[in-house]
RNA sequence: GGCCCCGUCGUCUAGCGGUUAGGAUCCAUGGUUUUCAUCCAUGUUACAGGAGUUCGAUUCUCCUCGGGGUCACCA
């Protein structure tokens, strides 16, 4: 069975870059019939935070994404690590290593100077004499000195490192005896049966290290999927810094979890020249093999086009509830179907649908001048009372197509084109001159708002 | 700097020895629309450079250049 997992440190929001790839592996699970499990990297007590932590459940659940069985705590399991530390320490595959922090500075600063690479020199690898006073000792694993190790990355192919380029005896346990990244890493994939790892590919570098855990312990090596970055405009790694990274952000900015998704998930990772797909389809038709080998930069243009794609395609019901997310409450409206009909067609966003309906719904105060200056000449005036007048006269107007019947008189009656009543009309109505079709307006606003007005328009424009 | 990865339109990408190098987005133009938006049509724009292998390289190899990642008692 495949098991993936998402393994964020709680330091802070969830941002696009890991839900990309916590997507990836969510849908690889989902594609074979395996499991997605979730576990938090707080071993870091100084920089990780509950809130953090709720941060992310909460975008997993605005998203849809849900993680299979209980979620995993780093900091709840000491007594796993320890417990292999204390084996690695007994097999003689660690040993515990009394260099003060300034000697390792100090032995740092000379490599550098020798222009050396800078790693423990294992001065305590062999160590049996009498430690020195003092001093609390780290844990290090005795990783191997020379040979290759082989990284089976599934996206890049075969990667060879060799030992003595970027090995030395790395800390596995912290003078307070607190295990360190790659070590719990590795014990954890192992542990929860993870057997493809799905993450970015700054992790790339880590993965000889975890190896040589996995090694130590006689852990199976599981398959790596190494994700390209997800670079800024600058072509830097998506940071933090980088604004509009909060996926929590998009929900406010107004896009929908399928949009933001269906962007994610094209971002690196492509199916022929498919542009839509549906959750059901992503799940169906991801496969890690066809994630691209190279950086790609973060640039919204297609996931604006995907969110009016998804809320034109979004049935009325669904967006008057989504809706109610941005203080707009259209449940008693009885022209909501017109309504959302003529808006959805023009938004980007949900946040836009709303302002774009509550513009509709609210009488116009003011009239956009330029729009007033083009609309009213002539006998624009005479055409809104003779169209007003018919209105109120009507007695069934509930139909776009009603309104439509009553323009049409005034056009034939008064032998004027079309455009000479709907500009000012639209003037009247919207107080612009742009927007919905005039019919679709007026059904929505009824008898009594149109011609309100109306009366207005022509009060403040004669 | 060491090590590792990457390099097709501005952007996201297809391509896996022979293609007029395809799609999407963006942009522009035209059509539809009383207007705006939608929608439809059309168009501009790409194989980083150089060697080699081959009858033939975007595709394979090498070099150069360019970009990125990573080098902790952080994760």
Not at 103 to 114: F, H, K
Not at 336 to 341: P, Q, S
Request: proline share 4%; glycine share 8%; with cysteine.
């Amino acid at each position: 069975m495949v098991v993936t997992r998402f393994a964020p440190s709680p330091t802070g929001y969830l941002h696009i870059g890991g839900l990309r790839t916590a997507l990836f592996s969510y849908l690889w699970a989902k594609k074979n019939g395996g499991k997605f499990v979730l576990r938090i990297e707080d071993t870091d007590k100084a920089r990780n935070s509950e809130e953090a932590t709720q941060a992310i459940l909460k975008a997993f659940e605005w998203l849809g994404l849900e993680a299979d069985g209980e979620i995993t705590y780093q900091s709840q399991r000491d007594e796993i690590y320890a417990k292999y530390i204390k084996q690695l320490l007994d097999e003689g595959k660690a040993y515990k290593c009394y260099m003060s922090k300034e000697e390792l500075t100090e032995l740092r600063e000379t490599q550098m100077a020798n222009k050396e690479r800078t790693k423990y020199n294992g001065k305590y690898r062999d160590f049996d004499g009498t430690p020195p006073e003092g001093v609390e000792p780290v844990i290090r694993i005795k990783a191997p000195l020379t040979g290759e190790i082989l990284v089976k990355d599934g996206v890049k192919g075969n990667i060879s490192f060799q030992a003595e380029d970027i090995l030395d005896d790395f800390v596995i346990a912290r003078a307070d005896g607190a295990p360190t990244y790659n070590f719990v890493v590795a014990i954890d994939d192992y542990l929860m049966g993870i057997n493809e790892v799905i993450r970015g590919d700054d992790h790339l570098s880590n993965t000889p290290k975890q190896i040589v855990v996995y090694k130590a312990l006689g852990f199976e090596i599981p398959m790596f999927y190494h994700v390209p970055m997800i670079h800024n405009s600058a072509g830097k790694k998506l940071s933090k810094r980088d604004g509009a990274t909060d996926v929590m952000a998009y929900k406010e900015m107004g896009y929908t979890p399928q949009a933001l998704l269906n962007f994610l998930v094209r971002l690196g990772w492509s199916h022929g020249d498919q542009e839509i797909f549906s959750m059901d389809e992503m799940k169906e038709l991801f496969n890690p093999k066809d994630i691209n080998k190279s950086a790609s930069i973060y640039n919204t243009e297609k996931l604006d086009w995907l969110n009016a794609h998804y809320i034109k395609n979004t049935p009325n019901s669904e967006l008057a509830e989504l809706l109610t997310q941005y203080d707009l409450v259209l449940a008693s409206h009885d022209k909501k179907e017109i309504l959302l009909d003529e808006l959805k067609e023009r938004a980007k966003t949900l946040k836009e649908l709303a302002s774009l309906t509550k513009e509709i719904l609210e009488t116009p105060t003011t009239y956009d001048e330029k729009a007033v200056k083009k609309a009213f000449k002539g006998n624009a005036i005479e055409v809104l009372n003779t169209f007003g007048a018919k209105v109120g006269n009507a007695k069934e107007l509930h139909l776009p197509s009603d309104y439509h019947h009553l323009m049409e008189e005034v056009v034939n009656e008064m032998e004027i084109g079309f455009g000479k009543i709907g500009q000012p009309l639209r003037v009247a109505l919207l107080g612009k001159m742009s927007g919905p079709g005039l019919d679709s307006v007026m059904a929505i606003l009824g008898k009594d708002e149109t011609m309100l007005r109306i009366a207005n328009a022509i009060t403040a424009n004669s």
